[in-house]
C-alpha cells in the first residue's frame, strides 16, 4: 500500500468522524432545547400559579382583580351555581385556574406513558366534578388562555368519562 492509499483512508476516516461528531452534537442540541422549553414551561406554570395562589390570600389583591379584570359576574354566577359567597367564589375560580396550570406544567413537560396514565388518572377524578367543570367551561382564563393541545387533552378525556357513564 503506498502513502497516498494510506493517506486517502485517513481522510476519509477523518471525514466520517466529523460528520458522526456533528451528528451527536445536533443530537444533543435537540436534547437541550428541549429541556430549556420544559423548564421554561414549568416556570411559567408555577409563577402563574404563585400569583393565584397569593392572590387568594389576599383580599385587597383578590378585589383589585375582580375590579381590573371585571370578573364580578362571573363570581356572581359561580356563587350562584355553587351555592356560595361571592369571595368563596373568586376563590374557588382561582384555585381551579392554579391547578388547571399545574397540570398544563405537567403535561407540556411529560416524557413517559407513565406520566400521561398518572395525569389522565387526575384530570378523570379532578375535570368532573361539577365546581371544577363550572370554571373550566367558563373562565375566560382556563381554556382560552392554556395550550389548545393540552385542552384536547383533558376534554377527550372528559368526554370519555361522560359517553362510558
Not at 436534547?31 to 392572590?55: C, K, P
Not at 384530570?123 to 367543570?133: K, R, T
Request: charge should be negative; avoid cysteine.
Amino acid at each position: 500500500m503506498n502513502w497516498e492509499a494510506i493517506s486517502a483512508i485517513g481522510e476519509i476516516t477523518g471525514a466520517l468522524a466529523v460528520v458522526l461528531t456533528f451528528g451527536y452534537f445536533g443530537i444533543q442540541i435537540r436534547a437541550t432545547r428541549e429541556l430549556a422549553a420544559d423548564t421554561n414551561r414549568l416556570h411559567r406554570s408555577n409563577g402563574v400559579r404563585e400569583i393565584m395562589l397569593t392572590s387568594i390570600a389576599n383580599i385587597e389583591i383578590r378585589q383589585a382583580l375582580e375590579k381590573g379584570l371585571g370578573t364580578r359576574p362571573l363570581h356572581e354566577m359561580f356563587s350562584k351555581e355553587l351555592g356560595i359567597s361571592t369571595d368563596e367564589a373568586f376563590i374557588m375560580h382561582w384555585t381551579m385556574l392554579a391547578w388547571f396550570w399545574l397540570h398544563w406544567g405537567q403535561y407540556a413537560s411529560t416524557i413517559t406513558e407513565k406520566d400521561i396514565k398518572e395525569l389522565t388518572g387526575v384530570v378523570e377524578i379532578f375535570y368532573n366534578n361539577p365546581g371544577v367543570q363550572l370554571v373550566w367551561n367558563n373562565s375566560p382564563f382556563a381554556k382560552p388562555a392554556l395550550e389548545d393541545e393540552f385542552v384536547d387533552f383533558v376534554e377527550g378525556i372528559i368526554r370519555s368519562q361522560n359517553t362510558s357513564n
